[in-house]
């Protein structure tokens, strides 16, 4: 590689290479599991250490119904009553949110896709940007009920949550078979502790760098 000009950048020679390659090689990663499984906590640590954004489709729910936009009044009652709102809309949320440049080098999305359909339009999506790659967080059910019950947002009431694991078996469960079909996906223990959680995200993602940078 010719001779990397860092003068002023206040960045080493070794981070320019770094981040040369990844913009080959985008960090396009998807956090999956359960309601309560870890995910959003660990898509917040993953994306601030590599310097990408977290895109949760969650929060930007929760937002747009705080702040009572035109797509908070469709979709506060759906989040309350723990159902998923339609595909069209968090689509096309998502799709949005992926123009921005912020994204081009990688990002994390937590929380989409939940549905075959989701799935099907990210790939469109990201057709010429590199595809994603799914870390899974598996929990075991009396750990996500106690995790939740812990938490106290307005929909992890015992009626909610049991509604929202209900929906994620029946709709969302199936898209991980979608990708381990195409071996896209790694599978961890999100039983364990959280920092030792993030050391297995780390070490999954830095293997798949290394074989593909
Ligand atoms: P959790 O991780 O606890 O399931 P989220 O913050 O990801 O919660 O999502 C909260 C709620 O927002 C969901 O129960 C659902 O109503 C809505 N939601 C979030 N993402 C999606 C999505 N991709 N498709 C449909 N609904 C969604």
Do not use: C, W
Request: charged share 25%; proline share 4%.
């Amino acid at each position: 590689m010719e001779n990397l000009s860092v003068a002023g950048t206040g960045l080493s020679n070794a981070r320019v290479v770094r981040q040369t390659l990844l913009t080959e090689v985008p960090l396009n990663l998807v956090f999956f599991g359960p309601p309560g499984a870890g995910k959003g906590t660990q898509a917040d640590r993953f994306a601030e250490r590599h310097g990408i954004p977290k895109i949760s489709t969650g929060d930007m729910l929760r937002k747009a119904v705080a702040e009572g936009t035109r797509v908070g009044v469709l979709v506060r009652e759906t989040l309350q009553a723990g159902a998923l709102v339609g595909d069209d809309l968090i689509i096309s949320l998502v799709a949005e949110r992926l123009e921005e440049p912020d994204t081009m080098n990688g990002f994390v999305l937590d929380g989409f896709p939940r549905t075959i359909p989701q799935a099907a339009a990210l790939d469109a999506m990201l057709a010429d940007r590199g595809g994603v790659r799914v870390i899974a967080l598996v929990v075991h059910a009396d750990e996500v009920i106690r995790r939740l019950a812990t938490r106290g947002r307005e929909d992890d009431d015992a009626y909610v949550i049991k509604e929202r694991l209900a929906v994620y078996s029946r709709e969302t469960e199936p898209v991980l078979e979608f990708y381990r079909r195409r071996n896209a996906v790694t599978i961890l223990d999100g039983n364990r502790p959280m920092a030792e959680v993030s050391v297995a995200i780390e070490a999954a993602v830095g293997e798949r760098e290394g074989r593909t940078a």
